[in-house]
């Protein structure tokens, strides 16, 4: 089956340091990517909307330029946390599709990142 | 706004069946999705079902979907340790092009 791998798995930095997360498929392309985050008990919260070639859309609350996202190719696709700090301490979740650019009925989801900010 | 409701835990003996319940607001949505996660993992698919369809059963899963109440639950049949884990309910957003997650039904199953 499809296969979407992240990187790293888990992650600790001091704050105001900046951190790239990984997201790969592995073997398909994808032309679009999701970015969610994760509270301890809550559930996933959609961040951006990463497509390929292209800007990034960001859901209403999310920063921009705090979260940065580059998606170079169709296989990759990155999540920079830019000035850390503790409260963005969190899970990072991607999620990719091997289908049409908006279709969600096949989305594979990565196995997360656990971002530490001390 | 979009909206997906969940039950927050639910505890059952080894055996027996577990029925995981949800509701959810857009009428529109194309497909409903459950998700399970488990300790530190990622998400992975187990099932879904298309708007259109009442019931889908696949092995000891069964999801029901009420369009009516916009309810879909899923039932897991013969409950097993290993089904402890994290269960997420998911419909699409209005565009189509993300899902929207319950807050998870932690489901913990005693020997």
């Known amino acids: 089956g499809a296969v979407v791998s992240q990187h790293p798995s888990w992650v600790i930095c001091k704050s105001g340091t900046s951190v790239k997360i990984e997201c790969r498929s592995l073997?398909?392309?994808?032309?679009?990517m999701f970015w969610y985050r994760q509270f301890p008990k809550q559930s996933l919260m959609l961040m951006a909307t990463?497509?390929?070639?292209?800007?990034?859309?960001?859901e209403q609350g999310v920063e921009k330029d705090k979260f940065l996202i580059n998606h170079a190719s169709l296989t990759l696709s990155t999540l920079t946390v830019t000035s850390a700090h503790p409260e963005d301490s969190s899970f990072y979740i991607c999620?990719?599709?091997?289908?049409?650019?908006?279709?969600?009925?096949?989305?594979?989801f990565g196995p997360g990142t656990r971002l530490t900010v001390l | 706004g979009e909206d997906v409701e969940q039950s927050l835990f639910l505890s059952v003996r080894e055996g027996d069946s577990s029925v995981i319940n949800c509701t959810y607001t857009?009428?529109?949505?194309?497909?409903l999705y459950w998700y399970k996660q488990e300790p530190g993992a990622g998400l992975q698919l187990l099932t879904y079902?298309?708007?259109?369809?009442d019931m889908k059963q696949d092995q000891r899963l069964t999801v029901l979907l009420n369009k009516k109440d916009k309810h879909l639950s899923l039932r897991i049949a013969d409950t097993q340790t290993g089904d402890s884990a994290i269960y997420f309910c998911?419909?699409?957003?209005?565009?189509?092009?993300?899902?929207?997650f319950g807050k998870g039904t932690t489901l913990s199953v005693s020997s």
């Open positions: 999620s990719a599709g091997p289908g049409l650019a908006g279709v969600t009925d096949t989305q594979y």
């Open positions: 073997d398909f392309q994808a032309t679009t």
């Open positions: 990463s497509n390929e070639g292209s800007k990034a859309t960001y």
């Open positions: 857009d009428s529109s949505s194309t497909y």
């Open positions: 079902i298309f708007s259109n369809m």
């Open positions: 998911a419909e699409d957003n209005q565009a189509g092009t993300a899902l929207i």
